[in-house]
RNA sequence: GGAGAGGUGACCGAGUAGGCCGAAGGUGCUCGCCUGCUAAGCGAGUGUACGGUGAAAGCUGUACCCAGGGUUCAAAUCCCUGCCUCUCCGCCA
């Protein structure tokens, strides 16, 4: 949620924020609401105090034995009047909260201004495209080929958009969540957590997932959870509703955990291999850190998160997201996007973003700072890295002429010792 | 799942024949004093949110004693529901 003063005092920031993001919102009634919303308050608190200093004089009178009748009888008549007063506040507080939970963040200055993924601006490369003297295949034919991935039993034993892992794409996979997680503990200074991969309804709300986007998530059936489409909704939410100390800051997580989104509207888009599934798993930095140099530690977070394709070798870029391609809780977003030679395209491997007080206003997580002053803190984080994607990116950047895939030095301890994957 | 107990401020802990309780007391913390170091001692302060007013410091109002309802002129205190914690039993990885 955006700071409520802003609607007040500087409008014309909203505005021009909304029509850079192409976000279509009524500010006017807004307004309005907001308002009514005050006055309706200023209104009914001045009948409670009324309502408080009569009580008072109730209690002394009887308790002197005198009469109170009238008083109470006058008491009665204000309590229904409150009571109508505040029913028209809270439908107002509610009409309120609905329409402020759908603004999107507003954009940081340093955004590019543009309208679609065609103006993200290209901030940084890193390698080069590797060169083969063979034609490069698709991870989806080099899995099949060596028998690591079986997409045809995935869809049996649940759907579309599943994979099944085999054998040394198993170990792959759980091979790279550990080196990403001994990264970014030993050497990044991340503490790392194991979340729930459940969330209930406020703590989705915290981060922004809802009330805009509950068509993108599984919810289950009988409690009022979520499964989680990102390690970032159950770790911000660790400390939602806290008063963090401001020397603590910045606090710094690391988690994995598995991913559930249902790619509403991807429909037939990216269908073959590991690129869009409903369940993917993903390693996730989240950090939350003092409002006067959140900007920096984002720039510190993709660092992290880049490191990781570093050393694994792998040619990458990093884009700054324009306004109108950010996401809804984000002020500023780098993408990392990787090179997969198979499919000769870059592709999006990490989203690193600072969500300013956006995300710890609405999940309240606040510091005080030195002199006492609670103010809220900023939310970060970013993908380091999803792991489906970067074992496509391995795989089709190792691969051999023959079909089978180097391991990359980085990875062979944690695939104890093995260097090549040929089909067993 | 069954039976019982309970949820008060950063923490511990008073407060149940409803009003004088935002809440005693203690600990912690902050500032000041004092003590040749350390410990102790003395004094003051120390919740959050949303409003009003003000340039600001501040002043002021309302709400909050797990959450949501209810009873009452009036609720931390009574009633109902939910959530959570603890103990015992059952079940289970």
């Known amino acids: 949620m955006i700071d409520p003063k802003i609607i007040r005092e500087h409008i014309d920031v909203l505005e021009k924020a909304l029509a850079q993001r192409?976000?279509?919102?009524?500010?006017?009634?807004?307004?309005?609401?907001?308002?009514?919303?005050?006055?309706l308050i200023v209104e009914t608190e001045k009948l409670k105090n009324e309502k408080n200093v009569l009580s008072n004089e109730i209690a002394k009178l009887k308790?002197?034995?005198?009469?109170?009748?009238?008083?109470?009888?006058?008491?009665?008549?204000?309590?229904?009047?409150?009571?109508?007063?505040?029913?028209?506040?809270?439908?107002?507080?509610?009409e309120w909260e609905q329409l402020?939970?759908?603004?999107?963040?507003?954009?940081?200055?340093?955004?590019?201004?543009?309208?679609?993924?065609?103006?993200?601006?290209?901030?940084?490369?890193?390698?080069?495209?590797?060169?083969?003297?063979?034609?490069?295949?698709?991870?989806?034919?080099?899995?099949?080929?060596?028998?690591?991935?079986?997409?045809?039993?995935?869809?049996?034993?649940?759907?579309?958009?599943?994979?099944l892992y085999k054998s040394q794409g198993a170990m792959l996979e759980r091979a790279l969540i550990n080196f990403m997680l001994d990264l970014h503990v030993r050497e990044h200074g991340y503490t790392e957590v194991l979340p729930p991969f459940m969330v209930n309804r406020t703590s989705m709300t915290g981060t922004g997932q809802l009330p805009k986007f509950e068509e993108e998530l599984?919810?289950?059936?009988?409690?009022?959870?979520?499964?989680?489409?990102?390690?970032?909704?159950?770790?911000?939410?660790?400390?939602?509703?806290?008063?963090l100390k401001e020397d603590e800051l910045p606090i710094k997580y690391v988690s994995y955990t598995p991913c559930f989104r249902k790619e509403a509207g991807a429909h037939g888009k990216d269908t073959r291999g590991l690129t869009r599934l409903h369940q993917f798993n993903k390693v996730e930095l989240v950090k939350f850190a003092h409002p006067d140099n959140s900007f920096d530690e984002l720039e510190g977070l993709t660092l992290d998160a880049e490191d990781v394709?570093?050393?694994?070798?792998?040619?990458?870029?990093?884009?700054?997201?324009?306004?109108?391609?950010?996401?809804?809780?984000?002020?500023?977003?780098?993408?990392?996007?990787v090179?997969?030679?198979?499919?000769?395209?870059?592709?999006?491997?990490?989203?690193?973003?600072?969500?300013?007080?956006?995300?710890?206003?609405?999940?309240?997580i606040r510091f005080r700072r030195q002199g006492g002053k609670t103010e809220l803190v900023h939310t970060l984080n970013g993908s380091g890295l999803a792991i489906g994607r970067?074992?496509?990116?391995?795989?089709?950047?190792?691969?051999?002429?023959?079909?089978?895939?180097?391991?990359?030095?980085?990875?062979?301890?944690?695939?104890h010792g093995l260097d090549r994957i040929t089909r067993l």
């Open 22 to 39: 192409q976000a279509a919102f009524d500010t006017a009634k807004l307004r309005e609401i907001d308002e009514k919303r005050r006055s």
């Open 63 to 94: 308790k002197s034995g005198a009469d109170a009748s009238g008083q109470i009888e006058y008491q009665r008549s204000l309590g229904q009047r409150i009571e109508a007063c505040a029913r028209d506040l809270r439908a107002a507080e509610e």
């Open 100 to 163: 402020a939970l759908v603004i999107p963040n507003i954009p940081d200055s340093s955004v590019p201004v543009g309208t679609s993924d065609e103006d993200n601006a290209v901030v940084k490369t890193w390698g080069e495209k590797p060169a083969f003297d063979f034609a490069p295949k698709a991870h989806w034919d080099l899995g099949e080929d060596l028998d690591i991935l079986d997409p045809k039993r995935a869809v049996k034993i649940t759907g579309s958009r599943f994979a």
């Open 218 to 243: 599984f919810h289950l059936d009988g409690v009022d959870y979520f499964l989680i489409p990102t390690a970032e909704v159950p770790v911000t939410n660790i400390h939602a509703d806290e008063i």
């Open 309 to 337: 394709l570093k050393r694994l070798n792998i040619h990458y870029r990093v884009s700054a997201l324009c306004t109108g391609d950010l996401g809804f809780s984000s002020a500023k977003t780098y993408d990392i996007e």
């Open 339 to 364: 090179w997969l030679p198979g499919q000769e395209i870059y592709r999006e491997i990490s989203s690193c973003s600072c969500f300013t007080d956006f995300q710890a206003r609405r999940a309240k």
């Open 390 to 415: 970067t074992v496509m990116a391995v795989m089709e950047n190792y691969q051999d002429a023959d079909g089978t895939i180097n391991v990359p030095e980085a990875l062979k301890p944690y695939m």
